[in-house]
């Protein structure tokens, strides 16, 4: 979840750090001066759109930042080493490449890199990326890229929702991604060449798949109470109305000792103004308000109990353990009620009777029992 962000200025040249929520290091800037004859960049009419991506963030831009932002994308996509753009605004230069990089997770051998730039003329600059990946290398890992896409079209189901698909990729990228610091941790090279990454790969993972299978998906950086270093996570429509998805917090195989392809639910579509407690966006660009909860995965499966009452909780175990479930997991709409049972089933042990109705389904004389919570999200878990 932590990423490293950075920027300062150095005399009259500007220099910008440009890791997403990234969650390795501070990356490095470096500014040169030099003088040197350029070509003129290239100008005419901006194109809104590039016909293939959603690019939501390129939306809120300015002209000048637009035609940076297309100037910059097509020199990164050429793999060239030097970029020369028009504008000369240091810190619109920052926001046109900030904005391209939350909406081009595909452009994922510079997601990881150190990037500087330099100015050496009033009416243009040169932007120099650096680049984790040659063009070589970068069509091997796409390689990987396509057979996660044919892999998530696979698990659909026929005819499958909006919700379905946003469900499958989150399934999908945890299942196929450990939490790992490595060289690749902020990109989406990182999960599906290695299936090692950070917060800003798992969340970058989801909207290439997501954008791909024509669900409108953004990337969201911000920070979190849970890591002083920042996180990543998506926004995603579902039916009109817009969820959070954070999968990298999806993916806790350390929960009541589960292995990492069991995904944890909590966190696909979470209650709005419980996750905006523990994580909150960058204030650079404006996004969706997520207010609706009819895709919440306890919701849509009628584990999310509105007040507390033993009976009712007693009658829900007993019918997951009849269905073979070892795994039960429910979630309370109000603090009170959470609260009210963590401490009846916990505190006063009454899991006991759970445990054994358990026993006595399974004709065994003893079970070991595990529980957790999320205080957070009003949650809790009970392994036999």
Request: proline share 3%; aromatic share 14%; charged share 20%.
């Amino acid at each position: 979840m932590k990423r490293a962000y950075k920027g300062f200025l150095c005399l009259l040249m500007a220099g910008m750090l440009a890791g997403m929520g990234g969650c390795t290091h501070v990356l490095d800037t470096v500014i040169s001066a030099k003088e040197t004859r350029t070509p003129t960049p290239t100008e005419g009419p901006v194109a809104e759109t590039d016909g293939i991506h959603q690019e939501y963030y390129f939306k809120q831009l300015t002209a000048d930042e637009k035609r940076t932002y297309r100037q910059l994308l097509e020199g990164i996509l050429a793999f060239e080493d030097e970029i020369h753009v028009t504008d000369t605004d240091n810190d619109a230069i920052d926001k046109a490449y900030r904005a391209l990089l939350k909406d081009h997770q595909e452009i994922f051998w510079v997601h990881n890199g150190k990037t500087y730039y330099k100015t050496i003329a009033k009416s243009r600059t040169v932007f120099m990326p650096s680049y984790g990946y040659d063009q070589e290398g970068s069509e091997s890992v796409q390689v990987y890229m396509e057979q996660a896409y044919q892999q998530v079209i696979s698990l659909l189901p026929e005819s499958a929702g909006t919700y379905d698909m946003v469900r499958t990729v989150y399934d999908y990228v945890i299942g196929n991604t450990e939490y790992v610091v490595n060289e690749d941790d902020q990109n989406i090279a990182g999960v599906f060449a290695k299936g090692q990454a950070v917060c800003a790969g798992y969340a970058g993972a989801v909207q290439y798949l997501l954008e791909r299978l024509g669900v409108e998906s953004i990337y969201v950086s911000g920070d979190t109470k849970m890591s002083s270093g920042g996180h990543a996570w998506n926004i995603v429509n579902i039916e009109g109305d817009y969820y959070y998805v954070d999968a990298t917090n999806g993916d806790q195989p350390d929960l009541l000792g589960l292995d990492g392809t069991v995904p944890l639910y909590d966190h696909l579509a979470p209650f709005p103004e419980e996750y905006n407690k523990i994580c909150w966006p960058d204030e650079e660009f404006t996004l969706p308000v997520c207010s609706s909860v009819d895709y919440n995965y306890y919701v849509m499966n009628g584990n999310c109990f509105s007040s507390y009452d033993w009976d009712s909780l007693y009658s829900y175990f007993t019918s997951q353990i009849d269905q073979g479930l070892h795994l039960i997991r429910f979630k309370y709409s109000d603090a009170d009620s959470y609260q009210t049972a963590y401490t009846e089933l916990v505190v006063n042990g009454r899991i006991e009777e759970i445990a054994r109705y358990y026993m006595d389904v399974q004709g065994i004389p003893q079970v070991e029992y595990h529980y957790s919570n999320m205080d957070d999200l009003l949650t809790l878990y009970v392994l036999m």
